[in-house]
């Protein structure tokens, strides 16, 4: 049997002994759970992927109940509910307002969903009410009226544990009971709740009572615990915790059995970091009263960061600052070494530095004068005593920086063939999302930014972006549907698009007509509608395009009226990765490809707020404006949804914001040739496994090579060149040649990594 089949069946052994009589004393606490999509009778709900929307489908593949409007309800059948007083959760679509689901329990209403903080995600509620136990019941869900948007229900939990907030984080449900609490697991505003695991708890019938348990805090190194016990019958209690294999502490503690409290507190040590088990075991003698365990993770003693993760060519300095996640006296002993080495070239170090226990906590300046354009790797090796703690590796690159673009008053924009044209000049987009329009916008590299404003009127707030745009040396794409003013319900408001179309098409920022986003996902919202207030825009203001942004690939023609600018957005990593791109690229390469132009959001989005799932790295975000490169688009936006806070652009994330810097003059430098008319064609790719492309184009007297890897694992790629010979110059990362021998050039490839060559004439 394997671990999977084993642990199922060990929970289901556990829930089953909970069923069993208990002792009276003996707290034994039940978490069930019922996946929505399973309910016993419904009214009027459909499934979806479980994500927000269905192109941000979960890596589990796991689906969640919809409820169509206010009133549809779902109902599930509760069988063999255990005495006492249940805490009702619901895990569903933290929407920030109208997506409440109200629940009844045996027909009677008893409470209504609210959520910690808002987000468009999947998160699990306040404790909606209390229910009572014993026997059998009927709880509904339904959705409250004045819903504004469809309630996602993904799981419900009924738990006799007070105080219970749930873990937000995704994973499979498994109901099970346990004789040990909640965990509380740090201390203030940072305390988390952890729940046991529902297997191997034993025995679930003693006399002994674990009231509460507490860690806090919990780090390398040493650690407490605390402990609450209740007996019905005198025991003198052994306590024991530790991770597993290193039962490090033990304490004793003498009970009375007169249903006193005693609180123990049991010093103990965490030898490793990372995710592992802490396990807790009470015995009296021979007899073991509860053990069980609950996953946590030793966060390492240090964090580290640099300041930037892209340096502009010429910067003195970068900024190593360490941050001490493990105690002051941890903290004193820890002495670090630090080395750092270019990547694609001379592996020997260039800076060796070592920081003696005492300063090995304290921010650093690191030297960069003198190093070259290229990709670099800091190592920063702790110790304590000598002895290995850990090692972090981090990446940074200098880029050759160039000066912004110049700015000019906008008199016309275009579509002409595969380009948008900037009074009559070819254009290459670099959109920065929800941002302001400010010296640092255009500093990072952006041209263009998204001007809007809220409810009732947003025209002032409109006119304001764009004066600023104008002001910094940005253009501006005007969106007209992102409030009631311009969406009052299934369909526009022609007349105040009159309006703002009239008052802003001749501001010398307006760069375009942001008609609508995801035009899919709006209630109404057909292309026959779009279609028509396209040409009413483009009937009051013919010099400027209209710009209509895609989301459901299957449906990617249907709004081909209403888009000089054809774009699509989807989430490929980190789930997808680049299979997330392959039906959009069928069609545009099918259908559109060479007779308009072309955009793409480089998006971004984290599922969990541990990092199960991370924020995409700066190297799959450059591979994915490549990828798009070579199959023709000429425009990217860049948006990242980070949930939880902050929320908002890459400018939320350091390492993120600073590399699209870097992204974004490369894409300027290297403008001529992604504008060029001449064609991309696709070569042959040896040891690529089908994740690695290589695309080659003559432009301007000169034969470009790019290669882009969408692949997981380093490769060691072969791209075929017939009848060349001498060496490829690598542009743009350090400065290097690789050889062409007998018409194939030989590459190592990093985890999502590109080359850009120029070859030999």
């Not at 030898?271 to 509860?290: H, I, P, Q």
């Not at 941890?330 to 020997?348: Q, S, Y």
């Not at 404003?453 to 972006?465: A, E, M, N, R, V």
Request: glycine share 10%; hydrophobic share 45%.
């Amino acid at each position: 049997m394997n671990r999977a089949a084993d642990l199922a069946l060990s929970r289901a052994v556990v829930f089953l002994l909970a069923l069993l009589p208990v002792a009276a004393t003996a707290a034994v606490q039940e978490y069930r759970y019922l996946e929505c999509e399973r309910p016993s009778a419904e009214s009027g709900s459909g499934l979806r992927p479980e994500g927000f929307t269905p192109w941000m489908a979960h890596p589990s593949g796991a689906a969640v109940r919809v409820l169509n409007g206010p009133g549809d309800w779902l109902e599930y059948e509760i069988k063999g509910l255990g005495a006492g007083s249940y805490g009702l959760f619901v895990r569903g679509l933290a929407w920030e307002k109208g997506c409440e689901v109200e629940a009844y329990w045996d027909g009677v209403k008893v409470g209504a969903t609210s959520y910690p903080r808002p987000a468009t995600a999947l998160r699990w509620s306040n404790e909606v009410c209390r229910v009572n136990g014993p026997g059998d019941h009927r709880l509904r869900l339904m959705a409250a009226p004045g819903s504004t948007q469809a309630p996602y229900l993904d799981v419900i939990l009924l738990t006799t544990q007070d105080g219970l907030h749930p873990e937000d984080d995704d994973q499979d449900f498994q109901s099970f009971s346990s004789g040990l609490p909640a965990l509380s697991l740090g201390v203030g505003t940072g305390t988390r709740t952890v729940l046991p695991l529902g297997a191997g708890v034993q025995p679930l019938d003693g006399p002994l009572t674990v009231v509460a348990i507490a860690v806090a805090p919990l780090g390398f190194g040493a650690n407490a615990a605390t402990l609450q016990l209740r007996s019905a019958e005198p025991i003198v209690a052994e306590i024991r915790i530790g991770l597993p294999g290193a039962i490090a502490a033990v304490a004793a503690a003498r009970l009375a059995g007169q249903g006193d409290v005693a609180v123990v507190k049991v010093p103990w040590q965490a030898g490793k970091t990372g995710a592992t088990e802490l396990e807790v075991a009470v015995v009296d003698g021979a007899r073991t009263l509860v053990s069980g365990a609950y996953p946590i993770v030793v966060p390492a003693p240090v964090s580290v960061a640099l300041d930037e993760y892209a340096y502009p060519l010429g910067a003195a300095t970068a900024t190593w600052t360490p941050s001490l996640a493990a105690g002051p006296e941890l903290g004193a002993a820890l002495a670090v070494d630090l080395e750092c080495r270019a990547l694609d070239g001379d592996p020997t170090p260039l800076l060796r530095l070592h920081l003696a226990a005492g300063t090995a906590t304290t921010p650093q300046a690191l030297p960069l004068a003198g190093l070259a354009r290229g990709r670099y790797e800091l190592l920063s090796g702790f110790t304590l005593a000598g002895q290995p703690v850990l090692t972090d590796r981090r990446e940074f690159r200098l880029f050759d920086p160039l000066p912004a673009e110049p700015w000019e008053a906008v008199q016309t924009t275009a579509a002409r063939g595969p380009l948008l044209l900037l009074n009559g000049k070819p254009f290459l987009g670099r959109m920065l999302f929800h941002a302001a329009p400010n010296p640092t916008t255009r500093g990072q590299g952006f041209n263009l930014v998204q001007c809007f404003g809220g409810d009732p009127d947003p025209l002032d707030s409109i006119q304001t972006h764009l004066d600023q745009s104008a002001q910094h040396g940005l253009w501006g794409t005007v969106a007209l549907f992102n409030n009631r003013f311009f969406l009052p319900g299934k369909g526009f408001d022609r007349e105040h698009l009159r309006a703002a179309v009239l008052r802003f098409k001749d501001h010398p920022a307006l760069f375009g007509w942001d008609l609508i986003d995801e035009p899919e996902g709006h209630d109404g919202m057909t292309p026959a509608e779009v279609a028509a207030c396209a040409a009413l825009v483009r009937e009051l203001d013919p010099k400027h395009i209209v710009w209509v942004n895609l989301c459901q690939w299957p449906r990617a023609l249907e709004w081909l009226a209403s888009q000089d600018l054809w774009s699509f957005d989807a989430y490929p990593f980190p789930a997808q990765g680049f299979a997330g791109y392959e039906p959009w690229f069928k069609v545009s390469d099918a259908e559109l490809r060479g007779r308009r132009p072309l955009g793409t959001c480089l998006q971004t989005y984290q599922w969990s707020s541990h990092a199960s799932l991370p924020m995409p790295t700066p190297d799959q975000l450059r591979a994915s404006a490549w990828l798009h490169i070579l199959h023709g688009y000429t425009w990217f936006g860049y948006y990242s949804y980070f949930d939880p806070e902050p929320a908002g652009c890459l400018a939320r994330d350091p390492r993120l914001w600073s590399y699209c810097r870097a992204l974004n003059t490369e894409l300027q430098a290297l403008a001529p040739l992604i504008l060029s008319p001449e064609p991309w064609s696709p070569l042959e790719v040896e040891g690529g496994a089908g994740e690695v492309q290589a695309w080659i184009k003559d432009h301007a007297g000169t034969r470009t090579l790019v290669i882009v890897s969408g692949s997981r694992q380093a490769r060691q790629v072969r791209v075929r060149l017939p009848g060349a010979a001498g060496r490829a110059e690598v542009l743009v990362d350090r400065a290097r040649s690789l050889p062409i021998v007998d018409g194939i050039l030989a590459a190592d490839l990093p985890i999502y990594g590109t080359l850009i060559l120029h070859l030999p004439q």
